[in-house]
């Protein structure tokens, strides 16, 4: 075993688990992607891991077993998520490695070779952005982004005008699914007359994520006693937070867009047109006379 300082030393066991953790889970993410090239990108990438971790290991003199539960998680992700969102979610991390390079090089002239070989890695990850779902990222927001606006003004504004949260449920789940099916005709017809050859795929992403929002905001609704209408607004807008904050995190990841950019955007939008709607609401039950 070759020779180190006890802080060096620490931070190569560190080191060593992690290129030993990674190399399990771009093996087990490997074996689940449909697309021969980056399988092999994949694998390759796992078996530079293997190797820096067995580098490391003429240091440390250990040999660590893999983080089970580290493995397990990524490769949840993945099956969720993505590959994509997955693996640079990890990569990610790796970013605080490089001072820890950087601080190896004078005492492991190796550490060189290994910093460049994980940039490489983050490189040819980004060249890999041919998952399907994100080629659909413009209809995912599409769908989404289209049901938030509409939904979350339909249902703050049906709200205080009916002051019953099954009513408001019934209203907003008639008011989503036909928006869904005109939503979705409408992105094939559009993606058509534009002579996308992926028209249908690209329509099916608008309508689901569209449907998939909906039925989340018509929840509180529809699990809350009738009577408490005041809370179901709060759990539709903490709903609707929520949704935007997970999507256009993923969003982020997968495509490296600015998060909070993106976030804040989608966010007051979607609050303007609740806040906008629910004083609509008030204003046309008062002057109907309504009482509900």
């Known amino acids: 075993m070759n020779e180190c300082s006890g802080a060096a030393l620490k931070t190569l066991i560190r080191m060593q688990q992690n290129e030993i953790d990674e190399y399990h889970i771009y093996q087990k993410i490997a074996a689940t992607v449909k697309s021969e090239e980056d399988r092999k990108i994949l694998l390759q990438i796992a078996q530079e891991e293997a190797s820096h971790g067995k580098l490391w290991g003429k240091y440390t003199g250990l ?5 089970t539960g ?4 990524y490769s949840l992700l993945s099956k969720i998520f993505g590959y994509t969102f997955a693996l640079k979610l990890m990569e990610n991390g790796e970013d605080k490695a490089d001072k820890a390079y950087t601080s190896l090089i004078q005492e492991i002239p190796e550490a060189e070779k290994i910093a ?7 490189q040819a990850l980004l060249a890999m952005l041919d998952e399907e779902r994100l080629q659909f990222v413009g209809s995912m927001v599409l769908g989404m982004n289209d049901a938030l606006v509409e939904l979350t003004g339909t249902l703050a504004g ?9 009513l408001v449920a019934l209203s907003g789940l008639i ?5 869904t ?4 005709a409408s992105a094939y017809l559009s993606a058509k007359s534009d002579n996308d050859p992926q028209a249908v795929k690209s329509c099916l992403y608008t309508g689901v994520m569209y449907m998939i929002t909906v039925a989340l905001m018509s929840l509180p609704y529809l699990l809350l006693p009738a009577e408490a209408y005041i809370p179901a ?8 937070t929520l949704i935007i904050l997970v999507f256009n995190y993923y969003i982020s990841v997968a495509k490296d867009y600015n998060f909070k950019q993106r976030f804040l955007e989608m966010f007051v939008i979607s609050g303007s047109v609740a806040v906008i709607s ?8 008062a002057w109907l006379g309504i009482d509900i």
């Open 175 to 179: 008011t989503g699914v036909s928006a």
């Open 181 to 184: 099916f005109s939503m979705t």
């Open 63 to 67: 040999q660590p077993k893999p983080n």
């Open 116 to 122: 460049e070989d994980e940039e490489r890695h983050e």
């Open 158 to 166: 049906l709200t205080f005008a009916l002051q019953n949260n099954r």
């Open 233 to 240: 607004l709060i759990a539709l807008l903490v709903t609707v």
């Open 278 to 285: 629910f004083l609509v609401g008030l204003v046309i039950k």
């Open 70 to 73: 580290k493995v397990f998680w």
